[in-house]
């Protein structure tokens, strides 16, 4: 026996029961079809974000790249066209962005390939205003130093001791100098705050 409630408990009951509604093939094809649009996407957007890692190796080589991904210490030196004993590193190791500076030297996509010159980098340390970036790993000594230079005028990179240069991506010529810039002006004030914090507490 059916009781008045049973006839009211679902009130859209009716369209389930519709004999008019259709489940036609066509569309669930367009709904699967949504859902691999979506997956497939997804994918590209994973894919785009990934490291390149094909021209870089050839350029850098394997010790290079190597100390890109592992290096335990990261200095750098805002002029390192004087006399190494009168250079003061600046430490970046644990600051905020080194992730970023890492990706930024691996991915191919950070250069300029056309652009490479068989002429040492450190041909432009009198004729343009250049930082390195020195990696280091003092404990595990997985890879030899590595040390990078930056032309921070026009965008040209390669290896201190090495033979070729290469110019950086446009959309990197100018962001990377900036941080390094940045960088170089900031932590010095920061180091001497905490110098000074610490001889307050005592």
Avoid at 108 to 137: H, N
Wanted: charged share 30%; hydrophobic share 40%.
């Amino acid at each position: 026996m059916t009781s008045a409630t049973d006839d009211h408990s679902d009130p859209h009951a009716d369209k389930f029961n519709d004999p008019r509604v259709e489940y036609t093939r066509r569309g669930i094809l367009l709904g699967v079809g949504v859902v691999l649009f979506g997956i497939a996407g997804a994918a590209l957007s994973i894919w785009a974000r990934r490291t390149r890692l094909e021209q870089s190796p050839q350029f850098w080589g394997p010790e290079v790249i190597e100390a890109f991904q592992l290096a335990a210490e990261i200095h750098l030196i805002s002029q390192p066209e004087q006399p190494p004993s009168e250079i003061q590193p600046v430490r970046l190791t644990g600051m905020p962005g080194l992730g970023h500076l890492r990706h930024l030297l691996l991915d191919d996509r950070s250069y300029i390939w056309e652009s490479v010159r068989d002429e040492p980098i450190r041909s432009r340390l009198t004729q343009s205003t250049c930082m390195t970036l020195w990696f280091s790993d003092p404990e595990a000594k997985r890879f030899p130093d590595a040390k990078v230079v930056i032309d921070l005028d026009q965008g040209w990179i390669g290896k201190q001791d090495g033979t070729q240069q290469v110019q950086l991506a446009e959309r990197f010529r100018n962001a990377l100098p900036a941080f390094l810039k940045r960088i170089a002006d900031f932590e010095p004030l920061r180091v001497e705050m905490r110098e000074k914090e610490r001889s307050g507490d005592e």
